[in-house]
């Protein structure tokens, strides 16, 4: 099992997605612990991937050695989401 760690912004990022939203983005979240590169996830660059979930991208970034996942960001598909990451 990996940890999954959520980016001091990602909280944030969390709290405004509406609650249906919330919930569907918080179990791709958790699955994340089991199995951190899920069929269907892209690879953006170097150890960063990318999960959609419904209408929401969720960047992230993995480390084997440490076995944990670090969610960096969590945006609608219409925004600009690779940006800063």
């Not at 999954?4 to 909280?11: E, G, M, W």
């Not at 569907?24 to 991937?49: Q, S, T, Y």
């Not at 419904?54 to 050695?65: A, K, L, M």
Request: net charge positive; aromatic share 8%.
């Amino acid at each position: 099992m990996y940890r999954v760690l959520l980016a001091r912004p990602v909280s944030a990022q969390l709290d405004a997605l509406p609650k249906d939203a919330y919930e569907r983005v918080h179990a791709g979240l958790k699955a994340l612990a089991g199995r951190p590169r899920p069929p269907g996830c892209l690879k953006v660059e170097g150890d960063v991937f990318r999960i959609r979930v419904g209408e929401y991208r969720v960047i992230y970034e993995v480390s084997d050695s440490e076995r944990q996942v670090l969610v960096l960001r969590v945006a609608r598909r219409s925004e600009k989401t690779y940006r800063g990451v």
